[in-house]
């Protein structure tokens, strides 16, 4: 089965199926209060990701682009990557991801320059590559949103990012939400995955982590 170490496996355990869906008294900080005792919250701001180095996670994979095209991850090598998966009927935890990578680039200044944002689609019956191409970009004009369309597989790319998602079915099929693991991935210039970003993860925190890998 998949080999995590401890440290991962605890936070992974929060990052896991993130309620995307609406919650009583609002879940937005579900992830970052399980992280850290509560005396310990005022400085859960300045902690850095996970170093995942030692983790067998990751790699290149195949999927859509918001032009219609193929996009290889490898494609970015050269670059640090901030990889996130979700959805665009995500009514809270994607749009607060991309709002706070959004915010990270501000914080690089001109080191913006040698990230990508990359956000992949795990509802690819209703996330296009058009759709998810517009709805990244509606963040930052240079976010790459991706999906997965003909024979490319969505399952093999979950199970290389250990990422979890699931149907909930809002009174009929068509109507659904998806929960799905929350946080994001810093991949290194040489396309192995360095440190996952809890969600809710301060903007300073995630920027500070990925100068580390400039």
């Known amino acids: ?121 795990v509802d690819p019956e209703r996330d296009t590559p058009e759709v998810v191409g517009k709805y990244a970009k509606q963040f930052d004009p240079s976010f790459i949103g991706l999906t997965v369309t003909g024979d490319q597989s969505l399952p093999v790319v979950k199970q290389q990012y250990k990422v979890v998602s699931a149907k909930v079915v809002q009174g009929d099929s068509e109507n659904y939400l998806v929960d799905h693991t929350a946080g994001s991935y810093l991949i290194d210039k040489n396309g192995e995955v360095a440190f996952f970003e809890p969600y809710g993860t301060e903007p300073e925190s995630v920027a500070a982590d990925i100068k580390s890998l400039l």
């Not at 080999?3 to 929060?14: P, Q």
């Not at 979700?86 to 320059?113: F, H, I, R």
């Open 1 to 121: 089965m998949l080999n995590f170490s401890k440290t991962f496996l605890g936070v992974f355990a929060v990052a896991l199926l993130a309620a995307c869906g609406p919650k009583e008294g609002g879940n937005q900080q579900a992830a970052p209060e399980a992280s850290a005792p509560a005396a310990e919250k005022p400085a859960a701001a300045q902690s850095r990701g996970i170093d995942m180095r030692k983790e067998d996670i990751g790699g290149d994979f195949t999927m859509t682009d918001g032009d219609g095209k193929p996009f290889n991850l490898s494609d970015l090598k050269g670059k640090v990557v901030v990889l996130s998966f979700g959805y665009t009927n995500c009514p809270d935890v994607c749009p607060t991801e991309l709002l706070t990578q959004s915010d990270v680039l501000k914080q690089l200044g001109d080191q913006a320059k040698d990230v990508q944002v990359v956000f992949a689609s």
